[in-house]
């Protein structure tokens, strides 16, 4: 395993699910958000989770670089995004079964599918760009 | 790919992973959730179809990951690391949940390790039962 490799890919896949959480759910889903509102946290409250959302993310982008390192460790970002896209399809399995026990709204559920494989293909190929196993040489 | 051992898994995987969150969420649970009813909807309109079919996609894809050699190899063992890295990255997702919604610490938690503690059964239980086919075949 190559750890130097590995680490960076972990960082820029963190980097890229922070900024693109902070568009998507951010920017382009807040009138959704504020039309659910009793759903969410208020401005304060979600301020003072902050540390917390960023945790969040980081966890995600280890587990998600963790798993292609030890798993793939291919260096290709056509694996990679191949990878990405299935983890994001299996990460819609669990919005829906969110949307059967939570009122979320459809437009919140599309979104979501929407953002999960956008989002994991991109970071996908991110990981398979930059990682490459020490004997691949 | 062994499809016929691949279907097998998926189903193995599928009925695990019903019992385990009908166990988990259904009974264990059951007492936290009364405490956040605002995040959930009533009784009678949770979509059970729906929440199969989440299971269900959520069930394929863990298991066509595995096999497709995005997590294969390793057997019982392999599948165990295969099943903690999704259960954790899953558990990242908890986490922004939680920073974002006014879920308990308490069912946070108990998402995260029961998650866990499910995946990672989940993945012995496809590292079992999936052998790939002859490599010629």
Not at chain 2, 55 to 83: C, D, H, K, P
Not at chain 2, 96 to 109: D, K, R
């Amino acid at each position: 395993m190559n750890h130097k490799r590995g680490f960076l890919a972990f960082i820029v896949a963190f980097v890229f699910i922070f900024f693109f959480g902070f568009v998507w759910h951010g920017m382009l889903m807040k009138p959704m958000y504020q039309a659910t509102a009793s759903m969410w946290r208020p401005e304060a409250d979600f301020n003072s989770h902050f540390p917390i959302l960023i945790l969040g993310h980081a966890v995600v982008a280890f587990a998600f670089t963790g798993l292609y390192v030890s798993k793939v460790g291919i260096n290709s970002a056509g694996v990679g995004f191949g990878y990405g896209t299935v983890i994001g399809i299996f990460a819609c399995g669990v919005n829906i079964i969110r949307f059967a026990v939570e009122p979320l709204t459809t437009n919140i559920l599309l979104m979501w599918f929407a953002a999960d494989l956008i989002c994991f293909a991109i970071m996908g190929a991110l990981v398979g760009a930059i990682y490459k196993s020490l004997n691949a040489d | 790919m062994n499809w016929k051992k691949f279907f097998i898994a998926f189903i193995a995987a599928f009925v695990f992973v019903f019992v385990y969150e009908w166990v988990f969420h259904g009974i264990i649970l059951k007492d936290s959730y009364a405490q956040m009813s605002a995040l959930m909807r009533p009784q009678a309109e949770v979509n059970f179809p729906l929440l199969i079919v989440g299971q269900l996609v959520g069930a394929f894809f863990f298991t066509m990951i595995f096999v497709r050699g995005f997590g294969s190899g390793g057997g019982v063992a392999g599948g165990l690391r295969y099943g903690v890295l999704l259960g954790l990255f899953l558990c990242g997702g908890i986490i922004i949940s939680y920073a974002v919604q006014p879920l308990t610490s308490t069912i946070a938690i108990a998402w995260c390790i029961g998650g866990i503690i499910e995946f990672a059964i989940a993945g012995a239980i496809v590292g079992t039962l999936y052998k790939p086919g002859p490599s010629a075949a």
